[in-house]
């Protein structure tokens, strides 16, 4: 029986940590996506398909047949026409915290010792500020932003191209752009920990971009933020019924890395209710022995008056007191553990570059656990107790009993 209780105590502990480090991660991804590409973006203009058929013979007010088509029937306009006024209208959207103006191209970067691909982010920096995590993400500090802010030639560079380059704050870069290739000084760095994005972005002025890029007018996107991330799919499909442009939530642009996510979850929690499936067939094998050892014992309450209902709450009660200390020993295990691996040093790089392992406090994850273990832990209590009932006295005493 102690070795079910410690089965379950590691079962439910170790259910909570790996929870707790999945979902850790997936925060760490989901706030790094919203602080640097937004919760929706507004992208190109499009015009619907539409099939108007109208019956022969019928005058101008007969009944019409619409068909209208869905984002595969549609004809795209690249880009933005008027950034400003769809700015102007995506502010009166209620859940709309900052929109923010963006001109992307593709440039080759040419430091004196390498070039790389990459592409540079023309923005207004007061408006993107406010739909992105870009002050919390530069290397240097307040002192590096505004460098960049009072320079009309500078660069925010991301860590990982810099590295590539063999560059660092100061130094001067040339960007290719087509036949235009102009030489700019870096302003700063950043890092948002997600190295797809670190080693291909490059933030410039807008007015910087559309020179280099020969687009004087115009916008590739407007990235928003909102108050509400969780309300960004229903939002996106307002914004497109009003404004006529392509809207894409975070959800739908991540949909391949959450579903990735959700399923490591669902694989860890499988994996290690395991621990938890097994300490209940080894508690079920210690409580059927018990029945049989206790035969002469279970007759003798029987013959004292006790019922079938008595003799069965026994071994439930045995069970549900297994579970309650074994859940409460899981919780503070699982507590204690996640709050050591959130505190344990270790430098992660690839996908991600995190120093710490990233961990996601969620009451959910102790209620899984112990709804699991309370499936687990009380079914292997009620078949012993059920065969503890049906036994008789006489059964016992003649031994015939089953």
Known sequence: MLMSLAGIIFGIGFFIVTQAQTSGFEQFFIRTILGTNGAIRIEDKFQDTVFVMVAAGHDKNASKFEVAGDRSGRKYIEGVEDPVLLTEALRKFRNVA??????????????????????????????HLTVSDLASQILGGPASLEAFRTSAQGLIMGRVLADRLQVSVGDSLILQAGVERRRYRISALYETGVSDIDKVRIYMHLGEARSLLKKTSGASFLQVSLYDRNRAPQDAVQM??????????????????????????????LTVSTIILISGLGMFNTLAMLVIEKTKEIAILRSMGYTRSDISRIFLWLGAIVLVIGTIGGWALGAGVTYGVSKWPIHITGIFTANTFQVHWALMHYVVATISATVVVMTAAIIPARRAARLEPGDIIRGTAQ
Do not use: C, M, P
């Not at 790389?116 to 023309?122: E, F, L, M, P, T």
């Not at 490591?264 to 929690?269: P, R, T, W, Y």
């Open 240 to 269: 497109e019924e009003v404004l006529r442009h392509g809207a894409k939530s975070w959800q739908e642009r991540e949909q391949s890395w959450l579903s990735a996510f959700k399923a490591l979850q669902i694989s860890a929690a």
């Open 98 to 127: 900052g929109v923010s103006t963006v001109l992307e191209g593709a440039v080759i970067a040419d430091s004196s010792f390498k070039n790389d691909s990459a592409k540079v982010y023309g923005i207004l920096l007061d408006d």
